[in-house]
DNA sequence: TGAGAAAACGAACGATCGTGCTATTATTTC
DNA sequence: GAAATAATAGCACGATCGTTCGTTTTCTCA
């Protein structure tokens, strides 16, 4: 049976979640908070041990989200480049799903020069997400969609950058055509993974003096 | 002549803009920035007309310092895919340069959802440099080295993608291997460049339900 | 329905925020 | 070197921060 308790700590981080994506972790506030859930500073407070401990239960429940929103879906769907186009077209959804944008995108530039149980779970989060995009594209390489010799992390690291970069866009400069390109870039990027090693053995040429 | 007001002020900007590369623009407080710079609160507050002001005189200073860095150095190297080279090493180094890597990256995830002066300088200031970065695509089209039907504005949106993820990687996952990463991710995009329209005319299919 | 537990509130705390003032030093200029 | 000016410091303000505590309301279940 749920509790009424339980019930408005949900509430709490629906809210503070929706908040954080547009403030951040540090921009979060007990009272802003508070004012918004409509409840007194000390009810809402006396929901968490401390702030610290409010902003990591707004991180565990934005991951559970991410789980729900962008993972269990695209494991549904077949495997290989299939389940990694279902991966990006859930994950561009999940951006836009709250008023700010990726949450962790938010976090993550907070939070990189902040040492911190905080900074250490969302570090955590984020190997976790890149571990299972380059698990995916292992599978698409079994599955003989992607090239035998492509460099799984390499290819989860340019994914993501996709990915940023369409935040940045988006979000940023407010381009109207920010999902068109992210989507040109991941065309791509698969393409290219289907015939690899093509471009990465060439070495990096420094620029001369 | 320069006053000593002048210099002050240039000690304070250097200051705030050191810590704002580790703090954010909004993580930035005047109380901080005095103690950081051994002065009184009120006494540093006088070179400025208020807090926002503050901050917009670090953003000027740090667009500024990345003319300095990155772009005039770069405009000394051969037109074309040197120059974007070089461009992009510099970029790198201006990456690590400050404590907290690229102030504008850190700016731009707190300002994204928060309109004001402040928003709008920024955004005219990546503005610019995305044109700076198109700009240089269309020499090295001129110049031969890149595919006479490149899109520029995608190559500049994947070449600012590089960089973003350069910044996730080092930054918050303190991954070795990100500048690596970043490089094959450049020579993968240069050499896309140089036979364009491959993978860019292939249509982006919907991940079927 | 009434006793006991759970949840929410109100007020207050010390600290720090941005921002004014007024005084006190440094620095420039004649 | 004195007068004028610029630069810095000291102090105080209202507001808000995270947090504590005692009280009151609301819920739960025998």
């Known amino acids: 049976m749920v509790t009424k308790g339980e019930e408005t700590r949900r509430i709490i981080l629906d809210c503070a979640m929706a908040m954080t994506s547009t403030l ?3 921009g979060l506030t007990i009272g802003s908070v508070a004012r918004e859930v409509e409840m007194s500073k000390s009810g809402l407070f006396a929901h968490f041990e401390s702030k ?3 902003q990591l239960q707004v991180l565990a429940a934005a991951v559970d989200r991410f789980t729900g929103m962008v993972i ?3 494991l549904r769907q077949p495997r290989g480049e299939p389940r990694i186009r279902a991966l990006v077209e859930n994950w561009l959804a999940w951006e836009e799903w709250m008023p700010g944008g990726c949450v962790f995108i938010a976090a993550a530039n907070e939070l ?3 040492p911190g149980e905080l900074r250490d779970r969302l570090v955590s989060a984020q190997r976790d997400w ?3 995009l380059a698990h995916a594209a292992r599978i698409a390489v079994r599955e003989g969609h992607f090239a035998a010799d492509l460099d799984c992390e390499q290819f989860a690291y340019q994914l993501y950058s996709i990915i940023l970069a369409y935040h ?3 979000r940023l400069l407010r381009d109207p055509g920010a999902r068109e390109r992210a989507r040109t870039a991941f065309t791509s ?6 015939s690899a090693d093509t471009a990465r053995t060439l070495s990096f040429r420094e620029a001369s003096p």
């Open 168 to 170: 940045h866009f988006h």
């Open 130 to 132: 890149l571990d299972s």
């Open 189 to 194: 990027l698969v393409e290219q993974s289907r």
């Open 24 to 26: 951040g972790l540090e």
């Open 52 to 54: 610290q401990d409010l």
């Open 112 to 114: 990189d020069d902040r």
């Open 72 to 74: 269990a879906p695209a």
